[in-house]
């Protein structure tokens, strides 16, 4: 499998009672019964609309790094969820989840208003009201 | 420019006016957490709705009463004028939706959403009462409407996205009529399209102290064969609405950085 060149595949399926996610430009690119963990250094995190997005670069099984896009909600969105613009900074370590793309591109959802994926940064888990 | 004028208004409006109501800051307080207490410049008892509301209830896609999350979107009672639109349609949600076909006038040109749609979105509105007028500000595009109260429709009202609202209170409710629609807008997520014979009927009051329900009356006789009346519910939020701009330069570069990696697997930066 293909993702596999990320530490973590997890392929949990959702349970029926998380909350859909919700995205102006819907979710049908990303494979919503499905979860990986992405593990790397973020070069980027932008907190714009329409989505915040943290770029990371992530080594696969090889060594060679994958340049990820993990998509989130609105700013205003994840200041309700209880992030802000300094929740992330380039250069951190980050182990984030996300529903991959179907296509196997490197990008994925991480989640938006309530329902944000796991996501650790330096160790240290963000905290999601 | 235009946010700024509805500020200054608002604020000579509060300034100048009996307003409300006559309460005391204290008083108000004390009413806008029960919902009771707030009159008319006539001395009416009218619902206080002036606070922020925000997603909370069911999730609510279309305003079908018999399918609100829009999961049979081809069973809307739709004339074949609206069956024909409906085809051309390609929403973002819906289990055919593909980030290739978007065509969703919202996502691909920041057109406002609308008047029946905007409230399908997960994000908060504002009810602003005076006595004459009732505002709503929408956190989405930043929209926002102004309606005058115990006012007639014009005879022969423009075209225009928001159409022309005239509003009055019934009972416990806010009702709010909307004529004078262009066919620009899409009555919600999925796609389903209306005429420029749409008219719209708003009725808002709230359930309990944190919850205010909608209920969305849909008639368009060119483009349904009845008409419909979904319903929503929103909470009350404390949280300070904030910008939810729709910028084109911003779409695009997401599309380019996120979305396209999604479908040509190549991002273009």
Known sequence: ?129 | MRNMALLIALFGSAMASPMLYSQSAAAQGAAVASGAGMKSAAGAQVPDLSRNWGPGGKTVNNWFPDDPRGQHPEKAPMTPWAEAKFKTAHPPFGADATFEAINDPVQNYCDPPGVSRIYLYPWEFKFIQTPDTVYILYEYTKMWRAIPLNKEHSKDPDSTWLGESVGKYDGDALVIDTIGFNDKTWLDHLGHPHSEALHLIERFRRIDNKTLELQMTVDDPKAYTKTFTGTKTFKASDSPLGEGICSMSESQEFQKRVIDLSTTGKSQK
């Open chain 1, 1 to 129: 499998m293909k993702l596999s060149l990320l530490a973590c595949v997890l392929a949990i399926a959702l349970l029926p009672s998380a909350a859909p996610s919700y995205a102006h430009h819907g979710t049908a690119g990303y494979d919503m019964e499905k979860v990986i963990t992405v593990k790397g250094k973020v070069t980027e995190f932008d907190w714009v609309n329409p989505h915040c997005v943290i770029y990371v670069d992530a080594k696969d099984d090889n060594g060679d790094v994958q340049h990820w896009a993990l998509e989130l909600g609105a700013p205003q969105h994840m200041i309700r969820s209880g992030w802000s613009k300094n929740s992330i900074k380039v250069g951190d370590d980050i182990a984030a989840e996300t529903h991959p793309a179907k296509n196997g591109a490197p990008v994925g959802t991480t989640g938006m208003q309530s329902s944000v994926l796991k996501v650790i940064v330096n160790g240290v888990p963000l905290t999601t009201k």
